[in-house]
């Protein structure tokens, strides 16, 4: 069956870095879009990065140019590299597998067009 376990998430300071792992099992991983959400208590679960099969990638505003989104094809694993972290940035993290097989440039990151989902991994930035 499908497994997508995260890891890396830990608190770190206002500023700091992190870079949290998904490892996927269960899949034909070198040709799935993959993605990241994230959830912060009382709030709606979050698009953060995405990245294709072929390496496209996608970033949501509040991350870009402080977020990269990676993968590594021959360990199955989707990779979350955070810099400059802010105290808004704290929420649980997850890694997902974005269902659809076409239309990069068109698609809308909301949570529905993933049917696969890891357990999630907590990040906590201080101020």
């Known amino acids: 069956q499908v497994q997508l376990v995260e890891s890396g998430g830990r608190l770190v300071q206002a500023g700091g870095s992190l870079r949290l792992s998904c490892a996927a099992s269960g899949l034909t991983f070198d040709r799935e879009d993959m993605g990241w959400f994230r959830q912060a208590p009382g709030k709606d679960r979050e698009f953060v990065a995405a990245?294709?099969?072929?390496?496209?990638?996608s970033y949501a505003n509040t991350v870009k140019g402080r977020f990269t989104i990676s993968r590594d094809n021959a360990k199955n694993t989707v990779y979350l590299q955070m810099t400059s972290l802010k105290p808004e940035d704290t929420a649980v993290y997850y890694c997902?597998?974005?269902?659809?097989?076409?239309?990069?440039?068109?698609?809308?990151?909301?949570?529905?067009?993933?049917?696969?989902w890891g357990q999630g991994t907590q990040v906590t930035v201080s101020a």
């Open positions: 997902a597998r974005d269902q659809r097989r076409s239309g990069w440039d068109q698609r809308d990151w909301t949570p529905e067009q993933y049917d696969y």
């Open positions: 990245i294709s099969w072929v390496t496209r990638t």
